[in-house]
């Protein structure tokens, strides 16, 4: 084989090598930005949430409280019910 043969040769499969390795980042951006508009919308629907969800924090501290209270009474509930069986 030619020394121009071989430089040519060379020189295709450069640019070749090049072009896959465009269009593989090209292919990855695109991939990256449809991961990062998915991500955007995730976001956005999370957010939603906290601030409808937020509210809910001080309800749920009482509700708590209350069922304690319901549950510190329920053995003497079911006492009483087993006596009032008999």
């Not at 071989?6 to 991961?35: G, K, P």
């Amino acid at each position: 084989m030619s020394f121009v043969l071989l430089v040519t040769l060379t020189v295709i499969e450069i640019v070749l090598l090049v072009l896959v390795l465009a269009i593989m980042v090209t292919m990855v951006t695109r991939q990256l930005r449809s991961i990062a508009a998915n991500l955007a919308r995730v976001a956005f629907g999370v957010r939603a949430v906290e601030t409808q969800v937020s509210a809910i924090g001080p309800g749920v501290t009482e509700v708590n409280r209350l069922l304690r209270d319901i549950n510190g009474t329920l053995p003497r509930v079911a006492q009483r019910a087993e006596q009032l069986a008999r």
